[in-house]
Nanobody
Framework: EVLLVESGGGLVQPGGSLRLSCVAS????????MTWVRQAPGKGLEWVAS????????YYAAAAKGRFTISRDNYENTLYLQLDSLKTEDTAMYYC???????????RGQGTQVTVSS
């Protein structure tokens, strides 16, 4: 059974930073690309970033490029998302997902809430 557990969310002021983590189990983590998606209140799922299995290739949505960094540790079965220069519009529930997905993800965690507010 695929299990993805996110953590690291919280309340932060505009311009602040957070580091999200996602611990994976139930599959061979190092064989799969991974993705971060988010869902703001009243909106659909939005792709944020993806990283390929070896960690060498990363891809970002326009809203994330230059401010967010996706990374992974294949020894610790952990996916990360560094969030810098946060804006109020980044407020959302952030989910990690197995494989590459955009507006629908078959396997994703329970999410971690990020709230950006002064």
């Amino acid at each position: 059974e695929v299990l993805l557990v996110e953590s690291g969310g919280g309340l932060v002021q505009p311009g602040g930073s957070l580091r999200l983590s996602c611990v994976a189990s139930g599959f061979t983590f190092s064989d799969h690309p991974m993705t971060w998606v988010r869902q703001a209140p009243g909106k659909g799922l939005e792709w944020v970033a993806s990283i390929y299995a070896d960690g060498d290739s990363t891809y970002y949505a326009a809203a994330a490029k230059g401010r967010f960094t996706i990374s992974r540790d294949n020894y610790e079965n952990t996916l990360y998302l560094q969030l810098d220069s946060l804006k109020t519009e980044d407020t959302a529930m952030y989910y990690c997902a197995k494989d590459v997905c955009t507006t629908f993800c078959t396997d994703r965690g329970q999410g971690t809430q990020v709230t950006v507010s002064s």
